[in-house]
C-alpha cells in the first residue's frame, strides 16, 4: 500500500514528545517532517537509535531529533526525545509522519465483481481484481490489482489483500488485516489415501480458513483450508513470507513466525509464540503459550513448558572440517558405546 | 473449486456400507447428508474415527453413523460402519456427499483467450484468464481466476488451473490434474555458466515440462522446464505446497512430497516414494522406488535400495543444552580421535 | 519467454568454431539447426559433453558435432569442437541458434496503463498486465500476462516481467533483468515492535528495492522493501526459485542463490557468492566476497574471510541408525566430559 512519503504540515518535538511519552532534550518549537536513518537524516527528519551497532552514524548524525534511551542520551549530538523503548516509539511516529493513504472507493473498469458479491461503497476494488459470487466485502476493504476473493470468502474491514494475493472460497478474515502480495489463503490440505495398488485418492478439503482481526500475512506464504474443521489464525499473529500452514493448524494469538516456518497439519501453537527463520512442526503436535523457538528447530514432540527451545542447527565451519565432523555423526552412538566400555574397564 | 456443501437427498448407512464394502451394525434405512468430525457431527452427519486421540470424541459423538475398524466398534455409541481401512473410505464418501461441481463452460468476458488457442466448449475459462495462442485445452478444463496459460502448453481433460496459478509456454499436462493458486509450471531453470570474469551468462532453457494424469501440485511450488529434455511429473504424482522441482527432474508414479520440499537439476526419484517436508536432494542423483524420506533430509549420494531414510535433523532441546551439544559438534572428530587413544592405551 | 524453436537458416560448423574460439575436427560447411542432448541429436544438431555420466551418450551420438574438451575428444565418433569450456561455450551457442523473441511492441487490449505511467512505445503490456501511475517502463520492456507494476516503479531497458510476477511501490530494476513468474519485488519487510500487552505493533517499511543490471530472479521467490534504507541487489545476481530476502539487505555483484535460501534482514553479502541450497543467513551479518555455502548451512556469524563454509547437515542413513545417533546428539556435551574425565584418570 503507497503511503504519503511525508507529512506536509509535519510535527513539532514538542507534540512529538507528548504524544509518545518522551522527555524532550531540545527545542520545542522544531519541526519535522519524516523518519529517517541517523546517517541520511537532514534536520527536517527525525532518527532513531536502536543498535549499538549503529553508534558512529548517531554521533555524527544531522537529523533534527533522535529518538534514544537514556543511556545514550549523551552520545546524541542533536536534540533527544528520551524513552525507554524507541523501537516502539518508531513505529508510531513512522505511522503519523508517513500516512497510509486511505482506499479510494470505487470498483475499477477492469476489475470483475459478482452481481452475487457484497461489496461495500467505502471499498475500492483494484484493476483485474475478481470477486466472486457471496463473497462479502466490508467497509473499508482493498483488494489490489490481480487479486481475487473467492465464492462466499467473507473480508473484514480495513483489510487489505494486496496484488496477486488468492483468497479462496469461504476464507474468513476479521478487520485491519494485510495480505501481501502472492499470499495463498484457502488452498486444499495435502490429504491423500493410499490405496490397495499404492494409487494415491485424494480427500476432500471441506473446512475453511478463520483469520482474526489485525493480522498480517507474508508475500507468497500459502494457509491450508482445512479438512473437516477449520484452519484458524488468531487475532494479531504475525506471518512473514515463504510460510506454509498446513490444514486444520490453531495458532493463537499474536504469536510471529519468520519466513519459511512450515506447520503441518493440525497443530496448534499458542498465543504469543516467536518462531524463528524456517522452523519446522510435525503434525498433530500441541505447543503451549509464550514458546520461542530458534532458527531451523524441527519440533517432533509437543511443547508443553513456555521456553526457548532449538535444534538441528549446528555451528557453520570451514568445509573440511565440516565434513571430518559431520561424517563422524554416523557412528555417534557407537561412540557412546566406546566411551562406555572404557568407563567400565577403567 | 467449490464443492456442493452438503448432500440434498442424502445416502442411506444401507447404500454406504454396500458401496464401501463395509459391515454396518444399525439401521440401513437412516440418511446422512454430510461428513463431519465426531465431535460436531449430528444425527445428519457421518463421521470417522481414524486416530486414538480422538477416544473420547468417539465415546460422545452424535453422528448418525462412524466408520471405524474393528478393534474400535465396541467404542462406538452410534451406528458403526466397519471397514479395515476408514482413511481410505472417508475419501470416497466426502466426494460423494460433497460432489465437486463440474466447470460452468464458457469464456468469461474479461478473460482473454487467444483466437489461435484451442479451447474446447465445455471448459470453464474464469474472468481475468490468459490463454495464449497454440495453447489448447481439452473437454472440461477449468481456468481460474487471473491463471494464465502460456504459448502451445496443453491441457488434458478436466484438469483445474486455479486463481492466479501460471503455465508457460509448451508445459503439457495430463487428465484430471489439480494445479492449486500460485503455483508456476514450466519457469526457466536455474542454469548459469560462469565467465571468465565471474559474471553469469544465462544457459537458455530449452526444455519442457511435461505433467502426466491425475497430478496435484501445491500452492506456490514451482517446477523449472528442462535445459534440453524435459522435467517430468508421473502419473499420480502428489506436491504439496511450496515445493521445488528443479529442471531436467523425473519424478516417477504415485509419489508423493510435503511442503518445502527441494528438488536438484536432473535428479530422478521413482515411484511411490514418500518426501516428509522439507527434505533437500542434490543434483544429478537416482532414488529408487519405494524411498521414505523423514522430515529435513538432504540426500547427497543416490539411493538404490527401498527403505527409510534420514538425516540433517537432531532433536529439539531447551535452548541452553542445546547450545552446548551444538558446540561440541565442531569437535566430533576429535573426540573420536581421543576416544580411540583412550582404547589404545588401555 | 518464448524463443525460436530453431535456427532456419542454421550455422555452419566453421562459423560456430571461429566465434566460439573452438578447434574444429570435421567438415567446416556443415549447418546444425538447434542445440540437443547427445541421445538425442540428430544431424542437423550440435550437442554437448559436460559430464563424465553420459560418457556412452558420447560414444552413441549422432549429433552433427559434439562441443568438448581435448581429453574427450577421441571419444566423439561425429565432429568435434574442442573448447577448454564447453558449458560456457553451450550458453552461446543456444542463444544463437534458439533466439529469444523480441517483445511484440504494443499495449494489450486488456492490459490496464495508468495514463500517469511512462511506457515507451517499443515495451510490451500483454493481457491482463497492470502498470500503475507514477511508473515507469524504458526501452524493450516486457509485462508479461496478469504481472503488476506498482507506482513509481521503474524498469530498465529490456527487462522482463513474467507472467503473475509483481513489482510493489517505488521498486527500481536496471536494465535486461529477468523476473520469473510469481516473484514479488517489493513487499513489506517483516517489521513488528511488541508493545507493553505483547501485541505486535508494525513498523511501516519505507525504504524502497533496487535492484542492478542483468539480475535473475526466480519463480515464486520474494524479496522485501527496506525499513528506512533500501534493500539493494548488485549487478549480475542470480536468485533461483523461492528465495526470501529479507528487508535492508544488500547483495553483492554476480553472487548466486539456489532455491529455498532465506536472507534475514539488514545482512549484507559481497560479489560472487555462492550459496548452495537453502542457506539461511541470520539478521545484520556481513559475508564477505567470494564465500561458498554449502547446502542448509545456516550462517550465525559474520563471515571475514573468502572459502567455502558448511553447517547443519549431517548424512542421510538409514532411520534406525540415524534414530540411534540423533538420539545420541543431546548428550553430546556430557560424553565429551566423560572422555575428558577418562583421560585425566588415565
Known sequence: MQRRSQHERGLTLGELARRHG???????????????????????????FLNQA?????????????????????????????????????????DELHELLPPAAGIHADATVSIDASVDAT?????????????????????????????AARI???SRLLANSTVCEG????????????????SDGFGN??????????????????????????????????????????????LDNLIQIGHNVRIGEH??????CAIAGSVRIGRRCRLAGNVGVAGHLDICDDVVLLARTVVTRGIGKPGAYAGSMTPMEEVASWRRNAARFRHLDALHKRVRRLERSG
Chains 1, 2, 3 share one sequence.
Open 22 to 48: 518522551c522527555e524532550l532534550r531540545g527545542q520545542p518549537g522544531v519541526r519535522v517532517h519524516r523518519v529517517s536513518t541517523l546517517a541520511r537524516a537532514d534536520d527536517g527528519s527525525v532518527a532513531f
Open 54 to 94: 549503529y553508534l558512529n552514524d548517531l554521533r555524527s548524525t544531522r537529523a533534527g531529533a533522535v529518538f534514544l534511551s537514556e543511556p545514550h542520551a549523551p552520545e546524541c549530538p542533536v536534540a533527544a526525545l528520551v524513552t525507554p523503548n524507541p523501537y516502539r516509539v518508531f513505529a508510531g511516529v513512522a
Open 123 to 151: 471499498c475500492e476494488v483494484a484493476a483485474g481484481a475478481r470477486v466472486a459470487a457471496g463473497a462479502t466485502l466490508a467497509r473499508g476493504v482493498y483488494v489490489g490489482p490481480n487479486a481475487t476473493v473467492g465464492p
Open 156 to 158: 473484514g474491514e480495513d
Open 171 to 186: 476464507v474468513t478474515m476479521g478487520n485491519r488485516c494485510l495480505v501481501h502480495p502472492g499470499a495463498v489463503l484457502g
Open 193 to 238: 489415501a493410499p490405496d490397495a495398488g499404492g494409487r494415491w485418492r485424494k480427500i476432500p478439503q471441506l473446512g475453511f480458513v478463520r483469520i482474526g482481526n489485525d493480522v498480517e500475512i507474508g508475500a507468497n506464504t500459502t494457509i491450508d483450508r482445512g479438512a473437516l474443521e477449520d484452519t484458524v489464525i488468531g487475532d494479531g499473529v504475525r
Open 255 to 260: 504469536t510471529a513466525m519468520a519466513a519459511g
